[in-house]
């Protein structure tokens, strides 16, 4: 199994065992309302457009909300089954750039959801492989930033992401500075810098 298939089915064992209306991240947004977005990206081509450009939105949401009434087995079960054969997200290796931080930011939406949260244990395949997307990524994740911008692991390991001045390091294990980087606050980094480009950076919005 991919890293990214190992995520899903973490991610849809966690949905099983809280139900439809558990709490998540994402603000008015119950597990429900989350499998069906994920549902919405792999299954409706037509509608998935629509969580990135708002001008197709209402397409989405009508989908969404088809996918969210239904039984909540049903909807696990596409879940489970993954893409259909003819799309791309199901070969392993479009799948581990594609949907691993999906997967992987969705599951802590909803770990995160309530008080109490605690980080999941380090994983070095899982960690390794969020680290290579965020030098990946990370320059479009950190581009509304208004100072320079270095991602930073414990162990040393660095990704510049963004030039500019009074440049701010953001200190964590991969899997919370990719949570930050989607725009989350309930992470778990350090944010370091002058006081004022600290300021300004933790201002600034982040992700997509």
Known sequence: MSVASDERAALIELMDQLGPNAPTLCEGWLTKDLAAHLVVRERRPDAAPGILIKPLATLTDRAMRDYAGRPW???LSMLREGPP???PLGIDAI???VNLIEFYVHHEDIRR???GWQPRPADGHRDAALWKLLGMMGRVLYRRSPVGVMLRRPDGSEHAVRTGP???I???EPGEIVLHAYGRTAVRVDVQGEPSAVQAFQRS???L
Request: charge should be positive; charged fraction near 35%.
């Open 73 to 75: 087995p049903e909807l």
């Open 85 to 87: 054969r003819w799309s």
């Open 95 to 97: 799948s581990d750039r």
């Open 113 to 115: 959801g309530s008080d």
């Open 166 to 168: 009074r440049p701010v």
């Open 170 to 172: 953001v200190v964590g």
């Open 205 to 207: 919005a982040r992700g």
